[in-house]
């Protein structure tokens, strides 16, 4: 099997967020509730929101992109640091993104009973955005709309829409999550093969020359 995270992730999404629809009981344990983290010490809350989804639309969503982009970077992996080392790297960017576009979240309303969030945005983002590190010319575009731009170009056009909603705050949308999975899937790439910054900005400014 070429892609044993990425798919064994999906699976256990679907699972988790069909329990979670279907029985509601569920949806209540499992979710990011930042003030039953801090008072109640539910730290498991914090990966268990991420695989939970509100609605199959939200689940088939981030599970589509998890597949088109996971599959590449998990195979990158593999071939960097060997099969098992690789997709070692690669559960950990994916469960450590969740955890980590938790934090703004966690800081915010530790004190704040009625909030709550689940999602699998943030470690998707982290994915998305370590692929892009690999290939920043990479067409991207958005789901069902035939247009795609420069990966680097998407990044920063993400980073800068995740800052101004969540600023706005006037969704049910944790944008902030999002910011903080791209941002880690960013830094954690850098952290794990370093060579990459220097690989990504050559390709970037050899784009630009074209010009």
Known sequence: MENPITLGLILISAMMSYLAEEKPYYKSKWLVSPYLIKHRKEYYRIITGGFIHQGYLHLLINMYVLFIFGKYLELKF??????????????????????????????????????????????????????????????????????????????????????????????????????????????????VYPPIWHEFLTKIFAWFNQF
Do not use: C, W
């Not at 892009?132 to 789901?143: E, H, K, V």
């Not at 990966?151 to 920063?156: K, L, Q, S």
């Open 78 to 191: 593999a071939d960097l640091f060997g099969f098992e080392l690789g997709i070692f790297l690669y559960a950990v960017l994916y469960l450590f993104g969740i955890v980590f576009a938790n934090l703004l979240s966690l800081y915010k309303y530790q004190d704040s009973p009625h909030y709550a969030a689940l999602g699998a945005s943030g470690a998707v983002s982290a994915i998305v955005f370590s692929m892009i590190m690999f290939n920043p010319l990479q067409g991207i575009g958005i789901i069902f709309i035939p247009v795609f731009i420069p990966g680097f170009i998407f990044a920063v056009l993400y980073l800068l829409y995740s800052t101004f909603m969540a600023n706005r705050g006037q969704d049910n949308v944790d944008h902030g999550a999002h910011f903080m999975g791209a941002i880690f899937g960013f830094l954690f790439t850098v952290a």
